[in-house]
């Protein structure tokens, strides 16, 4: 009777071992495609000139995080001239870093549809903006607000990826060296040229309400729909609540017309040949995004 106490008692402990065994095994092991494995390094990625700093975990060299910005890049161009040759080039830097991503080339039509289907209390204050710029403005934040993503001035080239900038952000924008308003964001003046958003963020509609509500009929889109009433809105949005990520300008807005006298190898209004962009681009060894500052929309505006 004591020996088989005793074996039972071995055989016992026997099983707890190999239960154990295979538990870590299964839990622990390198090889378990269930088991997430962190390098122990965390990379710290400090931008003295921010406003923050951000630190990012790296798995297999890729970033760890939430990616809430759909993979979509929208362009808009609005007529009734074509489509210029240089702009062309320029979108299709676009889809080389990103071509994967799902490109949208908004336009005059596509715009007023989204709008009269989805935000039709809207399209009586759309259609009555005196100049198109007005509307390609007001525009862009609606599709920003319903389908999220990347939007880009159709003057903007994109240098090389930056999905890794985006990652745990839900809206993003990228500030530009200066200031030209009392109200402009500590980083500098941030344009509407160039951001990134999730679908719905609160922001763009408290935008849209903001030029709903506006009593401005004038002609000028930088008060109506432009940078005015955008970078108000955003001062107004940041008082309230710190969701917003805001890059330095060496990042997304490199060249600034307000210090273009300091650069003197870029030019604004679509002065550059393609000599110059190539020398202007290589400028900015940090950019991920670079804007031309064309401004072809003031053809359009009233003497």
């Known amino acids: 009777m004591k020996n088989a106490a005793r074996y039972a008692i071995i055989f016992l402990f026997g099983c707890l071992a190999v239960f154990f065994v295979q538990f870590v095994h299964e839990n622990h ?79 005059e039509v596509s715009n007023r549809k989204l709008i009269k289907t989805y935000y039709p209390w809207f399209l009586q204050r759309y259609d009555k903006f005196p100049v198109n710029i007005m509307r390609g403005d007001a525009a862009r934040y609606f599709y920003i607000y319903h389908y999220g993503g990347v939007y880009a001035d159709h003057d903007t080239l994109c240098l090389k990826p930056f999905e890794h900038l985006l990652v745990n952000h839900s809206i993003v924008f990228g500030a ?59 001062m ?26 300091s650069m003197p190898q870029c030019k604004d209004f679509n002065r550059m040949s393609a000599k110059e962009e190539e020398a202007c681009k290589k400028s900015f060894p940090e950019a991920y995004v670079i804007g031309f500052h064309t401004k072809m929309w003031r053809k359009e505006l009233p003497p």
């Open 176 to 234: 530009m060296k200066g200031r030209s308003m009392s109200f402009d964001a500590p980083e500098g003046h941030v344009t509407n040229s160039f951001f990134a958003s999730e679908p719905k963020h609160p922001f763009w509609m408290e935008l849209i309400v903001r030029m709903l509500k506006s009593p401005y009929t004038g002609n000028d889109p930088g008060t109506a729909t432009g940078p005015w009433i955008f970078s108000k809105a955003l």
């Open 29 to 107: 092991s390198p090889w378990n495609p269930r088991m997430k494995l962190v390098s122990p390094s965390v990379v710290r990625n400090i931008d003295n000139n921010s406003s923050s700093n951000t630190t990012t975990l790296k798995l297999d060299s890729q970033e760890v995080g939430v990616n809430r910005i759909p993979k979509i890049i929208h362009q808009c161009w609005y007529g009734p001239a074509p489509f210029p040759k240089k702009a062309i080039n320029w979108t299709r830097t676009w889809k080389q870093c990103f071509p994967d991503w799902e490109y949208k080339l908004w336009n």
């Open 236 to 261: 107004d949005y940041r008082k309230r609540h710190n969701d917003i990520k805001v890059y330095h300008y060496k990042y997304f807005n490199p060249f600034s017309w307000i210090y273009k006298h």
